[in-house]
Structure formats: structure tokens, C-alpha cells
């Protein structure tokens, strides 16, 4: 007679059998190696006359690669590669942009114009360029040691910067060891001038997006980093002259100028500076939110903020705040409007455009600043975007795939003109 055997005990000793393999034999699983790739940032040494020595080469166009700012002035468009160059196109036909040539600018992420000359930074110099010739362009002055916050060892002359560089290792949480740091280009927007187009004092002005760290006022160029404002006299275009700097605090991230006055995001919270005398800006206020990655426009009454979450972040909310801020000394915020994602944003009218980051670009009406979300025209989900300028004949919006021009006649209805795409190379 055949004994029949409980199922219970035939899965106890299927489990015992399996354990003592697992005993005898060497584990499959401590001979598997898991690596991990990623893109971060690692530090590079430089000597400051490596580079100050080296001549700036005007090239002709090239690509795109890993497009930074944008930033308009007359028919043309400067897009930079952040610590590289930058980019110029003629623009006069937002449908059909025409690449002209690249300046070669190591270390570069900023830049603002000023009747003809283009301020962009080297490293740790203020370069002028005289653009009045697009196939000439000349540098007419090095202003140095004006963002000493690079130096390394200002003794022996050495600075630090960053280089993405692809890493391949064991560890899991290689991108967030002490010697690297993460690539967010489009966070930096390193990527990452707010100014709008204008006739200041006799002087005109190009127009930036929001998320810019140099715009330009009352004669006087305004940098920012991730402590302090830097003001230049710059009523002489071609001779740029450093005065003071401003310490701010920490997380400063952009600068937005309008009507006198200068509003400085931060990842804390919007500064407010009265520009009326501007060799010496005067604080008026602070709008504290919590901490979030923060570009900021503004028109007569409200000032729109994006709160955005992200690593450098330190993982804050999605938000659109908006702001009463008819009395500059005591802005009032209204609502808050959860969004997805918000990066750089655009002014124009009753109408804001907004960059979704990969959640795409967003235009709502804001006559109404009480109903917001109520009167949200578009969403491309599509377009990747990081910035965004309403220029006069075109919206320009930058993100990492490319830049695209928008006919905005009818707000309520995007018309796209011309896209420049990032180089497959």
C-alpha cells in the first residue's frame, strides 16, 4: 500500500532541499555586479591665464548642443551653450532663423546687450563685445576678477569649475558623492537675463527670459550668482566698470527688471530693490515661500513666482504664486495654483506663458489673477520647455531639445514658425 504524503510535508521538504543548495553552492548572486551610469558634474581645475591668454575665436555658426539661454536684441537671437559660447542668428524671419556664427566663450552661461555690446562672462572676467557688425564682432574689454566666488585659490591664480562627465560605478548613489555634483541643465541653466526689451535713459536694452542672472537697468549692468547681486556702471557701453556687489543671502537664482526697480528669485523667495539710484539698489522687501527653485515676472500690480521641486531644490512644491505688489514695501501673496513642474515663465498683456519642463508649455489668461487655472488657454504637452521670451514678433521658447518661435497674435492659439533642434551628433 502506497502512502500518500501531506502536501505540507512535501513543500517542507522541497524548502529544506532548496536551502541546503543554497548552503553547498556558491551563490549566483554574490557574483553579480550591478554598475550604474550616470551624467554628473566633477570638478576641473583651471589656471586663470590659460584662459585669459587664449584668443576668443568668432567661429561660423555651428549646432546646437546643449542650448542655455536665450536673449533677443534688434533682428538677432543669442542662444548661449552654457561654458562654451554663444550662439547668433539673424531672426529677422522668426520662421526661417539663420545661423550666422559662435562666439567662443569658455566658461560663459550669461549675457545681456546694451546698445550694440554684448556682456558675457568668462569664468571669473566680464568680457564686452562689440556686435555692431554681426561679421565682425570684436572684444573691446576684459573687466577682471568680477565673480571671484569661482576662485579656487585666488594666490596661485586657480579656478574651479564643473564638467559633465558620464560616470560608470557600483555605487547606486554615485551621482550625489562628495566630488560631483548632479547635472540639472535645465535647473542650472548654469541652466539658469531676465530683461525686457526697453529704451532706458537714451540707452536700448535687448530682452532675456526669466530665468536670466543678468539684465540690465538705468545704465548699469546687474549680475547675480547664487549669493550676491554685482553692479556695473555701464552708461559707457564699450567700458564696462565694476562697483560694489550686494550680499543677498543664499539660493539666489534670477533677476527681473521693470519700471525702476529690480526682482531678485530666489530659492527662499523674491527680493524687491529700488533701482531709482542705480549705482546703489535699496532693499524694499522680501517675500519668503518655502524652499523651491523660483524665476519671477511682474507687471504693474502682481508679480507671478514658480515654485518648482526638483533635487537642487530640495524637493519644494509646484506652484504659481502670484502677488499683490501695488505697495513694493509689503508684497501680499493671493493664491498659490498647483502646476506640474514650472520653470521659466512669460509676461504679456492679460496673457502668461509658462514652461512645464517636460510636462510641456501652458498660456492661461490672467486677467483675472483670482482664476488662473479657470482660464488656461493651451497645454503642448510636446514641447519640452524651459524658458520662455514674448518677443515683439514671435514667443521664443528654450528647453533641451532645441528653440521654438511662436507667431502669438492670437494668444489663444500658438502658431508655430520655426524650430532649431539640438544637434543627434
Known amino acids: 500500500m502506497k502512502t500518500k504524503l501531506h502536501p505540507h510535508f512535501i513543500l517542507g521538504m522541497q524548502f529544506m532541499l532548496s536551502l541546503m543548495m543554497v548552503?553547498?553552492?556558491?551563490?549566483?548572486?554574490?557574483?553579480?555586479?550591478?554598475?550604474?551610469?550616470?551624467?554628473?558634474?566633477?570638478?576641473?581645475?583651471?589656471?586663470?591665464?590659460?584662459?585669459?591668454?587664449?584668443?576668443?575665436?568668432?567661429?561660423?555658426?555651428?549646432?546646437?548642443?546643449?542650448?542655455?539661454?536665450?536673449?533677443?536684441?534688434?533682428?538677432?537671437?543669442?542662444?548661449?551653450?552654457?561654458?562654451?559660447?554663444?550662439?547668433?542668428?539673424?531672426n529677422s524671419?522668426?520662421?526661417?532663423?539663420?545661423?550666422?556664427n559662435f562666439i567662443n566663450i569658455p566658461g560663459t552661461g550669461d549675457m545681456a546687450i546694451n546698445e550694440n555690446i554684448l556682456y558675457a562672462d568668462n569664468y571669473i572676467d566680464l568680457l564686452a563685445f562689440d556686435i555692431s557688425n554681426p561679421e565682425n564682432i570684436q572684444l573691446v574689454k576684459r573687466e577682471k576678477d568680477v565673480f571671484p566666488n569661482l576662485y579656487s585659490n585666488e594666490e596661485t591664480g586657480t579656478i574651479m569649475t564643473y564638467k559633465d562627465t558620464v560616470i560608470t560605478s557600483t555605487e547606486s548613489n554615485m551621482r550625489w558623492n562628495s566630488w560631483g555634483r548632479p547635472t540639472f541643465r535645465?535647473?542650472?541653466?548654469?541652466?539658469?537675463?531676465?530683461?525686457?526689451?526697453?529704451?532706458?535713459?537714451?540707452?536700448?536694452?535687448?530682452?532675456?527670459?526669466?530665468m536670466a542672472r543678468f539684465t540690465l537697468l538705468g545704465g548699469h549692468l546687474y549680475t547675480v550668482d547664487n549669493n550676491s547681486m554685482r553692479i556695473f556702471n555701464v552708461e559707457k557701453p564699450m567700458d564696462p566698470k565694476y562697483l560694489s556687489d550686494i550680499n543677498l543671502g543664499w539660493g539666489i537664482e534670477t533677476i527681473f527688471p521693470f519700471k525702476g526697480n529690480l526682482f531678485i528669485g530666489s530659492m527662499s523667495g523674491m527680493h524687491i530693490y529700488d533701482a531709482s539710484n542705480p549705482a546703489e539698489p535699496r532693499e524694499m522687501a522680501v517675500y519668503s515661500h518655502?524652499?523651491?527653485?523660483?524665476?519671477?515676472v511682474v507687471n504693474d500690480d502682481y508679480a507671478f513666482v514658480t515654485l518648482r521641486s526638483a533635487a537642487i531644490c530640495q524637493n519644494g512644491a509646484n506652484e504659481l504664486h502670484v502677488l499683490d505688489i501695488k505697495d513694493l514695501n509689503s508684497p501680499t501673496l493671493l493664491k498659490a495654483y498647483p502646476m506640474d513642474n514650472p520653470h521659466g515663465l512669460g509676461l504679456s498683456g492679460d496673457y502668461l506663458y509658462l514652461a512645464e519642463g517636460d510636462q510641456g508649455l501652458k498660456s492661461f489668461n490672467v486677467s483675472d489673477v483670482m482664476e488662473i487655472t479657470n482660464n488656461q488657454l493651451e497645454h503642448l504637452k510636446n514641447l519640452v520647455s524651459i524658458d520662455i521670451i514674448p518677443g515683439p514678433k514671435s514667443l521664443i521658447v528654450i528647453g533641451p531639445?532645441?528653440?521654438?518661435?511662436?507667431?502669438y497674435s492670437d494668444p489663444e492659439k500658438l502658431k508655430k514658425l520655426s524650430c532649431i533642434n539640438v544637434s543627434n551628433e
Open 290 to 296: 518655502i524652499t523651491s527653485c523660483d524665476p519671477v
Open 23 to 90: 548552503l553547498v553552492l556558491p551563490s549566483c548572486e554574490d557574483q553579480i555586479e550591478t554598475t550604474y551610469t550616470y551624467q554628473t558634474q566633477v570638478p576641473v581645475f583651471i589656471e586663470v591665464n590659460s584662459f585669459r591668454e587664449a584668443d576668443i575665436v568668432i567661429e561660423p555658426g555651428i549646432p546646437l548642443d546643449q542650448p542655455g539661454k536665450i536673449y533677443i536684441y534688434g533682428d538677432y537671437l543669442f542662444i548661449s551653450e552654457p561654458g562654451e559660447g554663444i550662439h547668433l542668428l539673424d
Open 401 to 407: 531639445d532645441g528653440v521654438c518661435q511662436f507667431d
Open 93 to 100: 524671419d522668426p520662421s526661417n532663423p539663420q545661423n550666422l
Open 186 to 210: 535645465t535647473d542650472m541653466m548654469t541652466f539658469e537675463s531676465a530683461s525686457y526689451a526697453n529704451s532706458d535713459g537714451g540707452q536700448s536694452y535687448g530682452q532675456g527670459g526669466s
